[in-house]
């Protein structure tokens, strides 16, 4: 083997394994943009944009394409917190518990998110800190809209346009 590649993170030699149509899809995406400097972030966030969350099986297409550890793309899965290792739900809920957010109450409106969505599984509630919009604070994120001075009336109407 020549010098400098590594062997970590390969499946056996032998016949391949079939592919899901999946496992394709993250192929072709690591392939594609391998070249590219810092390729293992930018092909991690391609997969998160078609497929909604990074899967056991992408992570092993991806280090296999990359020459990579399994457990080196797993570091890197795991540490940053805008990869998913599940399926999204259905909706989200991102509220900012940044110093600012903070100071205009977004404890409470993180404590309403949780109390109003924590037993809902097509619901998704969690923090994040700072969108950068601290000047409309509390800021929080319903499905992926920003949004300033959000209330707990806000989240109750989102729950019912979420019902319907």
């Not at 390729?39 to 280090?63: C, N, P, R, T, Y």
């Not at 296999?64 to 809920?93: I, K, M, Q, W």
Request: net charge neutral.
């Amino acid at each position: 083997m020549p010098r400098g590649q590594r062997e970590r993170g390969r499946a056996p030699q032998g016949a391949p394994a079939p592919r899901s149509p999946r496992a394709e899809s993250v192929r072709r995406i690591a392939t594609e943009r391998a070249p590219e400097r810092g390729s293992l972030l930018e092909i991690l966030h391609a997969v998160m944009a078609e497929h909604g969350w990074v899967a056991d099986e992408d992570v092993l297409q991806v280090a296999d394409v990359l020459n990579l550890s399994v457990a080196e793309v797993h570091g890197v899965v795991s540490f940053y917190h805008d990869f998913r290792r599940t399926p999204p739900p259905a909706h989200e809920v991102a509220v900012c518990r940044a110093e600012a957010c903070q100071a205009v109450g977004a404890a409470a409106l993180y404590a309403a998110a949780q109390q109003r969505f924590g037993k809902r599984v097509d619901v998704g509630v969690r923090e994040i800190f700072c969108f950068g919009n601290c000047a409309l604070g509390p800021t929080a994120s319903l499905d992926g809209v920003l949004r300033g001075r959000v209330t707990e009336a806000d989240l109750a109407h989102a729950e019912q346009e979420w019902s319907r």
